[in-house]
Structures are given as C-alpha cells and as structure tokens.
C-alpha cells in the first residue's frame, strides 16, 4: 500500500472507516455506533446506518435503521450527529442484534422513513 503525507483533504470515506464511528447528540453525549451501512445495489447510494445503542461486546444490542439523510458529520466531535431526544429514541423502529430487519418489506422502509419524517431514498410515499 502507498501512502502519500500530502493527501489533499476530500468529503470521501472508506465503508469500514464509518462503521463503529460514534453517534452523537449536538451537545456530543454518546448515543451508540454505527453498526453498518446499507447500500442501494442500483444506485449506489448509502441508504441507512444502523445505529447500535446499548449490549455489551454486541451482545444485548439494540438495532436503530437510521436514513442517511437522518444523519449529518460534525467534525468538532469526529463523529455524527442525530437531533434526537430520549422519548423520540425509545420509540425508535428497532430490532435486536440477533434478528435482522426485513429490508425486502418495503412497509416497514416506509414506515422508517415516516417516523423520521424523511423522503424515502427511492423516491415514494
């Protein structure tokens, strides 16, 4: 691997330089990680992050599908940030680490998107 010390900054990341990257309220308290991102095949677009909250060692974790568009990067805390109070967390469309979304149900994205109150990637409602 070459590595060049005069790399010009970019608004580009390596998939796995964003998993385990912190989630942060604006005030930076610590809400959990990002878990994974979930790509659109077609487009190639990054979807959603999962955000994990919770569990110890990813056991007992619980699973937040988050809409990229939900998300934003704040260099001060070197991680992303989510407005979102404890009520609007905790009701949160979740799943436990040992189950897995169904991301074939295109109801529950919607549901998701709703939720959020953010336009579906693909384009509906």
């Known amino acids: ?3 060049d010390t005069m790399t010009k900054p970019h ?4 998939s796995d330089r964003v998993e385990g990257t912190a989630v942060r309220r604006p005030n ?6 990002i878990e994974r991102l979930m790509i659109d095949k077609v487009s190639g677009k990054v979807s959603y992050a999962v ?5 110890f060692l990813g056991m007992g974790a619980n699973l937040l599908p988050l809409p990229w568009a939900r998300l934003k990067y704040n ?3 070197e991680a992303y940030e989510l407005d ?3 009520e609007e967390l ?5 799943f436990r680490a040992d189950k897995d979304f169904d991301w074939g149900d295109r109801s529950q994205e ?3 998107h709703r939720y959020y109150d953010i336009p579906p990637y693909w384009g509906g409602f």
């Open 1 to 3: 691997m070459v590595t």
């Open 11 to 14: 608004q580009l990341i390596a």
């Open 28 to 33: 930076g308290d610590k809400i959990g990680h």
């Open 51 to 55: 955000l994990s909250i919770g569990g």
């Open 75 to 77: 260099p001060k805390f």
């Open 84 to 86: 979102i109070d404890d």
């Open 90 to 94: 905790k009701a949160a469309p979740s």
């Open 110 to 112: 919607e549901a998701l």
